[in-house]
């Protein structure tokens, strides 16, 4: 074939365009390198050292030998799989409720989900605090509208945690819940109504499916970010409930042992990553299962 | 699958409005058993409100509605036994097509063979057999649509809704559908309420085509008396070329420009009229040609001409300076390329077409 005329400067020209949509990411990748990679790496590095500075993986073995560790991540694991729930029951409805309100109405009941997220947490978490302690509001109306006697132990204990952590995590639940609700075109719902699916058949067979992407996504979203949550279980827990992100502030705080902070950073980054991949695998099972009952 | 049960529909009365918008005004309309009646309008008229209060998804002000001698007025969706086919076809994406199909059996507790049977044969019926194990975003639009369609009569049901199924797809396509669809209904012989906006579409496939306007029935007829006789002018506008021209009426002998024309029954009501020409329905007559029995014959003048390949459309003055188009078939005696503006021509309208709009001085 004889060379098309201009070919080579037309190739040149595809090239510049490539490398300027590249230079377009550069700055990002570069703060992610610096803000990222490396302090992680050195977290991993930090953790595989000893007291004495020799490399060895005596805060892994003494994670693995004392209970205490064991527990801290049980409470962990337990308090975010609690919230998580909680918000699911609490937010599905209130997707679906503003998915079916007119768009405008709609957008400004999602600023008032949103409104919490633009108060800062220590000011919720301390607000709770107030709200939920043994003279605070909610205890001083309950006893003198006689729904109980004497005050109830709502805060410094896992309700108290459960209550601030819920509020502070719904938003997030309630956003990919909402836009995926949004998406789903009503004449699906029309279509299945017209074909003989009751209420609950419509929701279970058409609507729980289409939607189920942004309960996923939510779902990971608040469970991850349950994870590694600090201020909020150590105000309102009360010390009773020590999850990791809290053990790590003691172990720095109260012990100067940066090793054994970080191979509990080390742990916690890994189980989070292994929990996401594990999700994402269950999900794609679970909606091709759906998929093979239906067809 | 051939079933020819069905049932005819009734509404009476049925009414929505919308603050003080009347969608639906009072709206009395009889489908017939086994008919496919046409809902023709333009958009904003009320036909698409008319269809989703048939299928239960907009409830009325008041009125009644049965299917057969049943009211149904009350009964919500899911239990109104309807087929209907959406204007986006509204397949469910995350089923296969043979799921999407047979998934209103599955909510009538057939399944296994029967079920498999059953969609296999519907799918067959739209000419899509073996295509059960696609995925609804591998088909295009005109397999979508004969999925939807499938979808909608797999379970036999004895009404069956389409609100602008053709809308998406193109021409060609849309021209061939509308000949499957109806040639389906013959098959199937269930009473069918198409809702459509093109005229066209509205003539090829119904049995009686009701034009709505303003949430009211403008007219209900047949294709054939919709068009040659229209009730008004709204009708008479919305469905073919048409041009309105002042007459008068006098004895009952119809004036045109103080030109006598023949009518095919005389008329009633003197004073002044509003006569429909058809652009097609005038004939321009070659140098040496006549009229002939059954035609009146109208003098013009010739303003311009407008090559449109299977025809010319020309505009011509006739003798009182009224401007009226005249359709020239490219195949017809007149070369239309030999004609200059200014020219005087020869027009012939049959008697028969001869009409005045009717709510104005009725032929009968």
Redesign the interface.
């Known amino acids: 074939m004889t060379a098309l005329p201009n070919a080579l400067a037309l190739q040149r020209s595809a090239r510049w365009e490539r490398l300027g949509m590249v230079s377009l990411i550069a700055p990002a990748l570069l703060v992610i390198g610096l803000t990222m990679l490396i302090p992680v790496g050195w977290l991993f590095y930090l953790s595989a050292l000893s007291d004495a500075g020799n490399f060895s993986l005596e805060h892994y073995q003494r994670m693995w030998e004392q209970p205490s560790y064991g527990r801290t991540f049980a409470t962990t694991f337990k308090v975010s799989l609690i919230t998580t729930f909680i918000c699911i029951l609490l937010s599905y409805p209130l997707a679906y409720f503003l998915s079916e309100l007119p768009k405008r109405v709609a957008t400004l009941c999602m600023v008032a989900v949103l409104l919490p997220l633009w108060t800062s947490l220590l000011v919720r978490t301390y607000a709770w605090l107030v709200l939920l302690q043994r003279k605070g509001l909610i205890n001083n109306w309950g006893i003198e509208l006689g729904l109980w006697d004497e005050p109830l132990a709502l805060v410094h204990n896992l309700t108290g945690t459960l209550v601030g952590m819920v509020h502070v995590m719904l938003p997030f639940l309630v956003l990919p819940l909402y836009s995926a609700m949004r998406a789903i075109d009503r004449d699906y719902l029309r279509a299945a109504a017209n074909l003989g699916a009751g209420p609950l058949r419509r929701f279970w067979l058409v609507f729980f499916p289409l939607a189920l992407p942004g309960l996923i996504t939510g779902t990971l979203i608040v469970f991850i970010l349950c994870l590694g949550f600090y201020v909020t279980p150590a105000v309102l827990g009360g010390g009773k409930v020590i999850m990791v992100a809290g053990r790590i502030a003691n172990d720095i705080e109260l012990f100067f042992n940066w090793g054994a902070a970080s191979a509990l950073g080390v742990v916690l980054l890994l189980l989070t990553m292994l929990l996401i991949f594990g999700a994402m695998r269950l999900a794609r099972i679970g909606s091709a299962l759906v998929n093979r009952s239906q067809s | 699958m051939v079933s020819h049960s069905s049932l005819p529909i009734t509404i009476t009365q049925v009414t929505k409005t919308y603050g003080k918008v009347f969608a639906l005004d009072h709206v009395d309309l009889h489908i017939k058993s086994g008919e496919f009646l046409t809902l023709l309008g333009p958009s904003g008229s009320g036909k698409t409100t008319l269809l989703t209060v048939l299928?239960?998804?907009t409830r009325p002000d008041g009125g009644s509605l049965k299917f057969g001698d049943k009211e149904m007025i009350t009964v919500?969706?899911?239990?109104?036994?309807?087929?209907?086919v959406?204007q986006?076809y509204?397949?469910?994406?995350?089923?296969?097509v043979?799921?999407n199909v047979?998934?209103?059996l599955?909510?009538?507790g057939i399944a296994g063979a029967e079920s498999a049977r059953r969609v296999e044969r519907a799918l067959e019926m739209v000419r899509l057999g073996g295509f059960g194990?696609r995925g609804v975003d591998q088909l295009s639009g005109g397999q979508r649509q004969r999925v939807a369609l499938a979808?909608?009569m797999v379970?036999e049901p004895r009404i069956m809704l389409m609100d602008e199924p053709l809308s998406a797809l193109d021409k060609q396509l849309r021209e061939h559908m509308q000949i499957e669809l109806r040639q389906l209904h013959e098959q199937l012989g269930m009473t069918t309420v198409y809702v459509t906006h093109d005229q066209r579409e509205a003539l090829t496939m119904s049995d009686r085509i009701a034009v709505i306007n303003g949430g009211r029935i403008m007219q209900i007829d047949t294709p054939r008396v919709i068009y040659e006789r229209p009730a008004n002018r709204f009708v008479a506008e919305f469905i073919g070329e048409s041009t309105f021209v002042p007459v008068s009426v006098a004895a009952g002998q119809l004036t045109l420009g103080g030109q006598v024309l023949q009518t095919a029954e005389p008329l009633t009501g003197d004073g002044a009229h509003t006569m429909l020409l058809r652009p097609e329905r005038l004939r321009v007559l070659g140098a040496t040609q006549e009229a002939g029995p059954g035609f009146n014959l109208l003098q013009a003048t010739l303003v311009n001409a407008v090559y449109q390949g299977d025809s010319s459309l020309l505009q011509v003055a006739l003798a009182d300076g009224t401007l009226v188009q005249v359709r020239s078939a490219s195949n017809g005696l007149v070369d239309s390329s030999q004609l200059a503006a200014g020219q005087a021509l020869r027009l012939a309208l049959a008697v028969k077409d001869t009409v005045l709009l009717s709510d104005q001085g009725s032929p009968a």
């Open positions: 299928a239960g998804f919500p969706p899911h239990k109104r036994e309807l087929g209907m959406f986006n509204a397949l469910f994406p995350h089923m296969s043979a799921a047979a998934f209103p599955k909510l009538r194990s979808r909608a379970f």
